[in-house]
């Protein structure tokens, strides 16, 4: 089955920093890679999703980046907040067959924003 | 629209007991899922189900069973509880085929002492 790796396991940074957050996959089948975040005691929440046939994808702050070939993908966050602060976990899934949508997750990353 | 409802928020068990974690969503959704979630770790898949009469195991499904009788209900149910169940539950849903955001429920805190 599919394997999901994510590094670093913890991060710390300034205020203002960027973060980058990477994970790599072992399906090649693998179309789908979404990232969580999680605030402490709360349920994990979406925050940007990338599919197999684009090489990034950019929503304000947060960018995710896709390296088929390489069979790895990762999480941009520029000026960074300290509301930012939270665990943040990538996922992988494949469209079709008999996936039905389960996701693999990373073992997430404690994203800490110092003000 | 409540989304997904998951009771209850937490519970202490003690060994050999057992118990049923509810799930309940309201958008209709075909595909819902129950995660575990240890600390320090990422979510792993206890059981999925892809609509009513549905239902398959995941990558750690020992000590856990479910069923799926409505489109809306998902019960998740340990038998025997083990200190090693002790973990958040997190169920989930999502529309179906071609469709992947994940709905989270706000999740069952689960210690077995």
């Known amino acids: 089955g599919e394997n999901v790796e994510q590094h670093p396991s913890t991060l710390s940074v300034q205020e203002g920093d960027s973060a980058v957050i990477k994970c790599t996959y072992s399906?090649?089948?693998?179309?789908?890679f979404p990232w969580y975040k999680q605030e402490l005691g709360k349920r994990p929440q979406l925050i940007i999703d990338?599919?197999?046939?684009?090489g990034e994808k950019k929503d304000q702050r947060i960018a995710v980046t896709l390296n088929k070939t390489a069979k790895h993908f990762s999480l941009h966050i520029t000026e960074t907040q300290p509301e930012d602060s939270a665990v943040y976990f990538c996922?992988?899934?494949?469209?079709?067959?008999?996936?039905?949508?389960?996701?693999?997750f990373g073992q997430g990353t404690i994203l800490t924003v110092h003000p | 629209n409540a989304g997904v409802t998951q009771t209850p928020k937490f519970r202490i068990l003690k060994i050999g007991q057992s118990m049923t974690l509810q799930c309940t969503q309201d958008?209709?959704?075909?595909?819902m899922y129950w995660y575990r979630q240890d600390p320090g770790m990422g979510l792993k898949l206890i059981y999925y189900?892809?609509?009513?009469?549905?239902?398959d195991k995941g990558e750690v499904p020992n000590g856990y069973n479910v069923s799926r009788s409505t489109t809306e209900d998902f019960p998740l149910r340990l038998e025997l509880a083990a200190p090693s169940q002790t973990s958040v539950y997190f169920c989930?849903?999502?529309?179906?085929?071609?469709?992947?955001?994940?709905?989270f429920g706000s999740g069952t805190r689960l210690t077995v002492v």
């Open positions: 996922a992988a899934s494949k469209d079709g067959g008999t996936s039905y949508g389960k996701l693999t």
């Open positions: 399906d090649s089948a693998s179309n789908y």
């Open positions: 990338i599919r197999s046939n684009v």
């Open positions: 958008m209709n959704h075909n595909y």
């Open positions: 189900s892809v609509g009513a009469g549905i239902t």
């Open positions: 989930a849903t999502t529309p179906g085929t071609g469709v992947f955001g994940y709905t």
